[in-house]
């Protein structure tokens, strides 16, 4: 499998090779066609610019699967789909129940007409995920539950689960996980899956060499591990984050250890909505906008945690006021610290504009 | 207004979703009351778009799970597998 710039891309389209740049069959084929279509199609992975958030829309031979569906104060993912002219949904997936990732689903399920659902089966109480089992119900959607070693074929698409074996209860360590392959070109999904989780994928036994990694839980250090990262292989790694997001998304430690072993790195925050392509042998990858992944504001001076010298990092606090923030704490937010006496204002200002504090627990 | 605890987040930032009135929260886990976990639904008191008081609302939580496992059981047991399941 080879990665190719788009310049080579379209040198080979010239040359009489599948033209990669065209766009896929993003509408159900016509069944006459099938065979056709299957021959010369290829694959088309939208994963979408959602903020802090999670979606993917694969198409493929007529096919096509919603893998998370956003965050649910949102209409981003349905506002795209309805970009791409899609008229239905072969598989839609909910990797797991957080709202981040089956934000709205809900919407879709009640706006296209879907094939089948897929969950790992692990409940939340919110209105959003009842309103999407709703749906489901409401709709008669086929519903299915995903285990690891169960293979799916949809045209030339093959899809291998590789978690979870059973729920543990943990909603995220549950998340549903896919190795998905067209042809020679393989793709991982793994929700917000955490370290231990891909520790069992490691551990079992299938395969889990890919091309193109989704890094678990928006590029967090609770996921994408040296082990499965190395069992992955992979040379393109992308994640799913919010530009500017609270939690910190991508972590530093964890770009830098993508990167260290040899893959290129986009994002939805820096690249917007990420395109890959591929004919099954080669592929190429498209994005929005030009930029470097870059890691999330996580690293920061925790006013309610750090040293008295880690404070005087911070602009216009010296010895006597670290020690005084020290005796303050906790604070709910900056603006807090203006209780501390010395802090007005002004030094609040500063420290805001330098950008290096923050709250932390 | 009511909220309910969807997920936890880096940052040890408990990410609370008021779902009718579009909004979100972000709250530090000290200002949970005890034993919150994912799924316990809370009514929250918002002064200047912030959390000022949070209370449990166990009975809210209880309701709604109890609704998501009965619905999750209906789907099950319709279930009839995956037209394009191979093995």
């Known amino acids: ?361 | 207004m009511r909220g309910v605890l969807d997920r936890f987040e880096d940052g040890g930032v408990a990410v609370i979703i008021a779902e009718q009135a579009g909004r979100e929260f972000h709250v530090p886990l000290r200002y949970l009351p005890e034993g919150s976990r994912q799924g316990m639904w809370f009514t929250l008191s918002i002064e200047d778009g912030r959390v000022v008081d949070i209370e449990a609302d166990l009975r809210q939580a209880n309701e709604r799970m109890d609704k998501a496992e009965e619905l999750l059981a209906r789907l099950r047991s319709k279930n009839t597998g995956s037209r394009f399941k191979r093995k």
């Open chain 1, 1 to 361: 499998m080879k990665k190719l710039m788009w310049l080579a891309v379209l040198l080979l389209g010239l040359a009489g090779c599948v033209p990669l740049g065209e766009p896929a069959n993003p509408k159900p084929a016509e069944p006459g066609q099938q065979a056709a279509q299957e021959q010369s199609g290829g694959l088309v992975v939208h994963y979408i610019d959602v903020g802090q958030g999670s979606a993917a829309y694969l198409e493929w031979d007529g096919y096509s699967m919603l893998i998370d569906a956003g965050d649910w104060n949102a209409s981003d993912v349905l506002m795209y789909l309805d970009k791409l002219e899609v008229e239905k949904i072969d598989i839609a997936v909910g990797t797991h129940p957080d709202a981040d990732h089956i934000g709205q689903l809900a919407r879709v399920l009640e706006t296209y007409e879907v094939g089948e659902v897929w969950m790992s089966g692990n409940p939340s109480s919110s209105n959003t995920f009842i309103r999407t089992l709703e749906a489901v119900d409401e709709a008669g959607i086929p519903y299915e539950e995903p285990r690891r070693g169960d293979e799916y074929e949809i045209g030339s698409l093959a899809i291998e689960v590789l978690h979870p074996k059973e729920l543990s209860g943990d909603t995220n360590g549950d998340s549903l996980s896919f190795r998905i392959s067209y042809g020679e070109t393989a793709f991982i999904f793994t929700g917000d899956a955490d370290i231990q989780a891909e520790q069992e994928m490691v551990a079992g036994n299938l395969p889990l060499g890919a091309d193109i990694l989704l890094m678990g839980h928006h590029g967090s250090n609770t996921s994408t591990g040296l082990d499965f990262l190395q069992a992955v292989g992979p040379d393109v790694a992308i994640y799913s984050a919010g530009l500017d997001n609270p939690y910190g998304h991508p972590y530093a430690e964890v770009l830098a250890s993508v990167e260290n072993e040899g893959a290129e790195v986009y994002g939805t925050d820096v690249n917007g909505t990420i395109i890959v392509e591929t004919d099954g042998q080669e592929y190429s990858v498209e994005t929005e906008r030009e930029g470097v992944a870059k890691e999330g504001s996580n690293r920061c001076v925790d006013i309610n945690g750090a040293s008295s010298a880690e404070l005087t990092e911070l602009t216009g606090i010296g010895q006597a006021l670290a020690e005084a923030i020290i005796d303050e704490r906790p604070f709910e937010t900056l603006d807090d610290l203006t209780r501390v006496s010395g802090i007005g204002e002004g030094k609040l200002a500063g420290l805001k504009e330098q950008g290096l504090a923050c709250v932390g627990e």
